[in-house]
Nanobody, 119 residues
Framework: VQLVESGGGLVQAGGSLRLSCAAS????????MGWYRQAPGKRRELVAV???????NYADSVKGRFTISGDNAKNMVYLQMNSLKPEDTAVYYC??????????????WGQGTQVTVSS
């Protein structure tokens, strides 16, 4: 599974950005896709995840500000980020939990896209 992110950049506090992730899955089936982020000196953390059935889960720190959505037909996942704060600054990674019919699920990662929020 190959994941390609786009949409990162520099924005002022209070602004918005939309991240996109395109998945090339071949014969894999995708159980869930999500976004993680890693700030300098910190561990990678979950931001939001959406299952193939549409169920979503968010980190407490982004609830009410970020919205994850997906398009199963296009193998795309999006992250709409509103009311951005300087503490949202991080590299954002797209993640897919995917499997072949004869294997267990495995995590796949994109290359990451930088989001910088200035105060």
């Amino acid at each position: 599974v190959q994941l390609v992110e786009s949409g990162g950049g520099l924005v002022q506090a209070g602004g918005s950005l939309r991240l996109s992730c395109a998945a090339s899955r071949g014969l894999f089936s995708i159980n869930a896709m999500g976004w993680y982020r890693q700030a300098p000196g910190k561990r990678r953390e979950l931001v939001a995840v959406i299952s193939s059935g549409g169920s979503t889960n968010y980190a407490d720190s982004v609830k009410g500000r970020f919205t994850i959505s997906g398009d199963n037909a296009k193998n795309m996942v999006y992250l709409q980020m509103n009311s951005l704060k300087p503490e949202d600054t991080a590299v954002y990674y797209c993640n897919a939990e995917a499997k072949l019919p004869w294997t267990t699920s495995t995590d796949y990662w994109g290359q990451g896209t930088q989001v910088t929020v200035s105060s």
